[in-house]
Structure formats: C-alpha cells, structure tokens
C-alpha cells in the first residue's frame, strides 16, 4: 500500500513536469504562416540621453578634444503592412519622425549651443515573389525625404563669436532588385496557440495535451482570426475569442469551460501577442542601385556683421551590386537568434547641377560595404522580451578629390571606417495598446582617412575615434 502511495505521489510530481516539456520542445520552426494580411499604426515618443568624447588626430598636427552631454526627444510615426501567401511575401512601411535638439558643447574650454529641428518621412517596401521551389525575385523601392534646420552661436575665441544657420532637405530613391533562395518564416503565432495552451494545463483546464499537428493548425486560425480588419474593438475581441473557444471545443483539448477557463483565454489573447519570432534562411544577390537629391544654404554672421549667404546642390547617382544574408531560429520556445549579413559594391557619381565644371564639386567615389547584424533574445514570458545584439559595419570609399589652396590641386582619397555597436533592448508589453522599451547601447567608430598627392611631402591623414553611449526609453501606442 505505501509502494502505490509512494509511485502515486511520483507521478503527481513527475508527470505535470513531463507534460509541461512537450510544449517546452516545440520547435517552432516547423510552422508555415498562411495567407494573411495585417496592419499596424503605431506612435512613438522617445526620451534620449547621450553622452560623447571625441579625440581628433590630423598627422601629428592638431589635436582636439570634446566632450558633450545633451537630452532631446523624438516624436515619430510608423504605418506597417504585410502581407503573406505561398507564391508572396512583402511589407510596406511609412515611417515619419520630428526631431527638435537644443544642447551645449565645450570643446577645448570654447562653448557652443545649437538648436536645431529634424524631420524625416521614409517609405520602404520589401516584396519577394516565390516559385515552388522557394526560389525567388525581390524588388525593394526606398524613398525618403528629409530636411534639417541648425542654429548654432559659436564662441570662436575669448572675445569673437559666429553664427550659423543652415539648413538641407535631401530625397532618396532606391530600387534594388535580386535573386535569391530560401524564406524566413513569421512563427510568434504558433508560440501564442502554445501560451495559451499552458496557461490552461497549468491551470487544469486541459483534458489531453493536443498533437502538433493540432497545436499548429490552431496557430493557423489565430494568424487569420488576428489580421482580420475590424472598426469596433469589442465586437473584434469577441469573434476573436469565439474562433479560439470553438477550435478547443470542437477538438476536444478542454476539460471544462468555466470562468477561470475564459479568464485565461482573455488574458493571453490580449498580452500574449509578443515579439516577432522568425525562422528560416535566405540568400539572395543583384544590382543596387541609388539616386538621391540634396540643397543646402548657409548663413553666417561674424560678430553681429552683415550676413554670409550661400547655397549649394548636390545630386548623386549610384549603380553596383548587393549580395545578402538572413537566418533566423528559434532555439526553443523561450530563446530565439537571428544574423543578417550584407556586402555591396557601388560607383557614386556626384554632381553638382549649377557648377558642372567646378572639379572640386563634381567626382565619383568607389564604396565597399560590408555589414553584419546579430542578436540574442530571451523571451521568459508572454509580456516581456530581452535581447542582447551587436552590429558591425566596415566601409571603404574610394576617389579622386580636388581642393584649392591657392591653385587647384588633385589627390587621392582613401576611407576606411570601422563601427561596432553592441546593445541591450528589453521590451514590456504594458496593453495591446501601450508598450515601453528600454533601450541602452554604445557606439564605437574608427576611421581613417588618407589624402595622398604627387608629392609625399603634402599628404595627410585624418584618424578619427569615437565613443557614444545611448539610453532610451520608448512608449509606444498603436491605434491598431
């Protein structure tokens, strides 16, 4: 009798723990997203504190360093649409962003303020278009469109001031198109079926723990029940939450439907929704291309004289090639990583449309890019998200450059510029309304630039180092 009690007593301990683990081995990747479409507005406000040191070398010659301490805010909005089908897969994205910036400098003991105000409006479109074979052609429109306006009040020396307004408003248009294989697959909507799963088995209201075959064709239904547009909350929450009760009801995983049972399904469907989760390789190359149009005009005022005007205009034109790299993986239901790596070729050619003939505003520049993203994310619940990530870029740049000191002079420019950025982002899911997100990072910059001429004696170079530590605090609000 106290063997049956003692084996009865193992199981009770042993047997939930054993459960629980068959949603804790899902793989995730095994889930294919269905037809759907969906749409997301979303408001951001951000809160920035920031803090530089820079050191300035120029071959042995100057040395300057600076040090800069500011807080400034961002107010931005972003549209989002996708869309997914077996021969498609594609986003837009409209983003626009205000800027205002006031802060104050001290460099070598000499003060500067400044005021400025940025805006930006971006569009970018991914459209990928598959054979059966998960072959595919990718075309990817950019347009953007920015403009900026900088006060500055200088102290040039102890008794001497200047200042400077200016201002530059540029638009860029991009259409690369490549060639590639493989796909990456959305999968957070089987890891929600599998939230709402264990909550219930936790709870007890689970007659049989389902098959996968089960558990991802209920994935199913939520990705379609989630991205059906609806104008009235309620009654979206309501034939949201009757597509999920009679899936479970009809295949038979509930054991009882009492309040506790609703309470649960209401819960997770309202914050169980979290970050996006990926699976999948793809590699893809072919042409990159780029067209952008910029005009500048400067005013400057010495000691409280007559102004300074001037206007410039620069048009650049860009054509080369882009291979990329994307792979994704959920290493389990609770962690997930993803890498994307791109190197690209281009030839810009820069001209300035009112001075065609001016040599010093009109050359070409031969760029090699090469960048690689990683991260690390830990996902403990449904609300919350941290991720620990790390980008780098390396990008040399190329071309014949003319400067005038008393007469024209030609030399070879040659740049190469290195950037790490490791950071934390951790993200809490406060409502389906409002979200907050932490985010801490630095900055690390390297460059090197060289100006070579016929004679060694004028060469110079330009090294350049530069530490920057970012904290923000995000509140996001999504109308829908």
Not at 27 to 54: G, M, Q, V
Request: overall charge neutral; hydrophobic content about 35%; charged content about 20%.
């Amino acid at each position: 009798m106290n063997k049956l009690k003692l084996t009865a007593l193992f199981l009770g301990l042993i047997l939930p723990v054993l459960l629980f683990g068959q949603f804790s081995g899902f793989d995730l990747s095994k889930y294919k997203l269905p037809d759907i479409k969906t749409d997301r507005l979303d408001l951001n406000f951000n809160l920035y504190n920031n803090h530089y040191k820079d050191l300035s070398q120029i071959s042995n010659i100057d040395t300057a360093e600076s040090k800069q301490n500011y807080l400034s805010g961002a107010l931005n909005f972003s549209y989002y649409h996708f869309r997914n089908s077996e021969k498609y897969q594609g986003y837009l994205s409209i983003d626009g962003n205000l800027n205002p910036l006031h802060n104050k400098t001290n460099i070598n003991e000499l003060i500067t303020k400044r005021n400025a105000i940025y805006t930006d409006l971006m569009i970018t479109s991914n459209n990928s278009f598959y054979n059966q074979n998960k072959g595919f052609i990718e075309v990817d429109p950019y347009l953007s469109y920015s403009s900026s306006n900088d006060k500055y009040h200088r102290d040039i020396s102890t008794s001497s001031t200047r200042d400077d307004n200016y201002g530059q408003f540029t638009t860029t248009l991009s259409i690369p198109v490549l060639i590639g294989k493989g796909r990456i697959e959305p999968v957070e909507d089987l890891r929600l079926a599998i939230y709402i799963l264990e909550e219930l088995y936790k709870a007890g209201r689970i007659a049989s723990i389902p098959t996968e075959n089960v558990i991802i064709e209920m994935a199913k239904e939520i990705s379609q029940i989630k991205r059906k547009r609806f104008f009235d909350s309620r009654i979206r929450k309501i034939e949201e939450l009757q597509v999920v009760d009679s899936f479970l009801v009809v295949n038979d995983i509930i054991s009882s439907n009492d309040i506790t049972y609703f309470s649960i399904l209401n819960d997770q469907w309202d914050y169980a929704y979290g970050p996006t989760r990926e699976s999948g390789f793809a590699i893809s190359a072919g042409i990159d291309n780029n067209v952008s149009f910029s005009k500048s005009s400067q005013e400057i005022i010495l000691d409280n004289n007559d102004p300074i005007k001037s206007d410039n205009k620069a048009n650049v034109y860009g054509l080369g090639g882009l291979i990329k790299l994307r792979y994704a993986r959920p290493i389990n239901l609770y962690w997930q990583t993803s890498t994307s790596f791109s190197t690209s070729y281009i030839m810009e050619f820069t001209r300035n449309p009112d001075q065609l003939d001016n040599a010093i505003e009109n050359f070409e520049t031969n760029i090699f890019r090469t960048d690689l993203n990683y991260s690390l994310q830990f996902i403990p619940n449904s609300r919350t998200s941290l991720k620990l990530y790390i980008v780098g870029s390396f990008l040399n740049s190329q071309g014949k450059r003319t400067k005038i000191n008393i007469d024209p002079i030609d030399y070879d420019l040659n740049t190469n510029r290195l950037t790490i950025s490791p950071g934390l982002e951790l993200y809490y899911y406060i409502s389906p309304q409002l979200r907050v997100q932490f985010n801490s990072s630095f900055y690390l910059l390297n460059s090197n630039s060289l100006e070579r001429y016929e004679s060694p004696l004028l060469n110079m170079e330009h090294i350049w180092n530069r530490y920057h530590h970012s904290v923000s605090v995000n509140f996001i609000y999504s109308f829908f």
